[in-house]
Every structure is written in C-alpha cells, then in structure tokens.
C-alpha cells in the first residue's frame, strides 16, 4: 500500500487518481501507523509554505516524516517543505535536503507554470527518461542547486527540478500532470 500525506495541502486528488491509473492502490492519510506501515510515502502538494508547515508541526509530523525509511516522494510544494529553509513566509522546513527555497525575481512572468525540460538526470527516479523531457510546472518559489539534485530545470536561472537523498526523492514539478513522462517517473518511485 502507498500512502499519500494529508497536511492541507492542495493537489492530492490528482496524484491519486494518477495512481489509480497505474493500478496503485493508494490511502490519503495523516495516521502516523498507517504511514509506517505503507510500502512507499508521497507527499504532494500545491499551497503555501508557512501553512503547511504550521499543520504539520502541530501535529508532530516534521520530525515523524525525517524518521520514515522507506521510499518517499516529494512533489512541488512536498519538494519545498523537504528543504531546510523557504523565502516563503520566512519558513523552516523539514532539512531533509541540505538546500534553500528562494522566490524568482521578476524578470520573467512568475509563477513558473507550463511545460519545460529537464536535464542533467541522475537516479532510479529518471530511468528510462530521456535527457531534455518535457514536464509540467507550476510555482513561483524554487529549489537552489545543491550536492543532492537529481535533475535541473531552467527558467529565469537554473535551479533544482529534483532531488535525491537515500529514501527521499522529490520533484518541483508535477509527475501526475506530466503525461508519458510523469507517468514513467510514477512508475520508478513504484518499483523502487
């Protein structure tokens, strides 16, 4: 079974609908025991830094969600609040990724949203992912690059559009919005 964290955060009805169509059974949840108990971990999301964070820590899930070992995924905001520190309501995070989460400047439109490529892949989460991929973003905050990104993304400046650490892995973008590719990359975390 794979848990999907509930934290008040937006997006987790797409995420388990994409898995439904992979044939993943999947349970959105908070339950500190179910979340043990399940195979896999993902952790989406599209909302605000500040918020999601108070959620969590009065619910003592920031230290509980570090401890996890199995594989877990991080997608967008899930990304951001795995880093230690967001511009975005001046938040600390989890510091799962040894990284900052800045704002764009304004020299492009912000937020980030549509489809871009990725590159400089690293890890079982873009096997079979060919360099370049086309996938769908959507944010005005970022992930600077740091020693744990896994692939890198370019708009306004290159920055993190994931990262790697042991059993955690994250995305800025969206693999359940990301068509063929997403879908491969939803694939991997699975047979991880």
């Not at 599209?46 to 820590?57: C, F, H, S």
């Not at 594989?71 to 799962?96: A, R, V, Y």
């Not at 937020?111 to 360099?131: K, S």
Request: charged share 20%; net charge negative.
């Amino acid at each position: 079974m794979l848990a999907i964290i509930k934290y008040n955060a937006g997006n987790i009805k797409s995420v388990q609908n994409a898995l439904s169509r992979l044939g993943v059974e999947s349970l959105v949840t908070d339950d500190k025991e179910t979340i043990l108990q399940a195979d896999k971990v993902i952790f989406p999301g599209v909302g605000e830094a500040e918020t999601a964070m108070n959620y969590l820590r009065e619910r003592n899930m920031d230290v509980f969600l570090k401890s996890l070992t199995q594989p877990f995924l991080g997608i967008c905001l899930g990304q951001q609040l795995m880093c230690k520190h967001s511009e975005e309501g001046n938040t600390d995070c989890l510091h799962i990724f040894d990284a900052e989460v800045k704002k764009f400047p304004p020299k492009e439109l912000v937020p980030h949203m549509g489809w871009n490529n990725i590159y400089d892949l690293q890890g079982n989460l873009f096997q079979n992912i060919e360099e370049n991929s086309d996938v769908y973003f959507i944010h005005s905050y970022y992930v600077e690059l740091c020693k744990e990104t896994s692939a890198t993304c370019n708009y306004i400046l290159p920055y993190s559009a994931a990262l790697q650490k042991d059993n955690f892995y994250a995305t800025q973008f969206h693999p359940e919005k990301s068509a063929d590719i997403g879908e491969q990359i939803l694939k991997n975390f699975i047979e991880l």
